[in-house]
């Protein structure tokens, strides 16, 4: 499959140690237009779309980070907990601003199923169509988000 420039400039930036000290594709060999190929399927496949997740994901963000690191209940059997952390970080595509590190814990109680939310994360969800890597200790496997936000309800 042949890269666009700009797609190049991207992987470049989201190798480890550039941006962030993992990288966004982690060991995942497969080039990043097959990984965004593969999760638009399965989010088109879901019934929904990129936009509509992140905004799903953003209100459990906002919610969590609201109650400064108590952790918050959301539906019968998940738990947010928003941790803050030092710094901001740009999106790899450019162009697109700087993004608070801290992150929110999202975990199913009755699974133990868990995700970590970005702002940057909930970013390229939405604007981007990119979960991350598979195998990266922030990739949203689209399955995953669907289980978890049909807990959320609404
Ligand atoms: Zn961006």
């Not at 042949?2 to 594709?25: H, I």
């Not at 509509?52 to 109650?67: K, N």
């Not at 969800?125 to 807990?151: M, S, W």
Request: proline letters at 5%; one cysteine or more.
């Amino acid at each position: 499959m042949k890269q666009s420039p700009q797609l190049a400039q991207v992987v470049r930036r989201m190798a480890a140690g550039v941006l962030s000290r993992d990288g966004f594709l982690g060991a995942d060999p497969r080039p990043l237009e097959e990984v965004l190929d593969a999760d638009g399927s399965a989010i088109a496949a879901l019934g929904t779309t990129h936009e509509e997740i992140a905004a799903r994901l953003r209100e459990v963000f906002d919610q969590a980070r609201a109650a400064l690191g108590t952790p918050v209940r959301i539906g019968e059997r998940l738990v947010a907990v928003h941790h803050e952390a030092m710094g901001r970080i740009p999106c790899p595509w450019g162009g697109c601003g700087v993004f608070p590190k801290g992150e929110v814990e999202l975990t199913d109680t009755a699974t133990g199923e868990s995700l970590s939310l970005t702002a940057l994360g909930i970013h390229m969800v939405g604007k981007h169509g990119f979960y991350n890597g598979r195998g990266t200790r922030y990739r949203l496997e689209p399955d995953a988000i669907a289980r978890l936000l049909r807990q959320v309800g609404g």
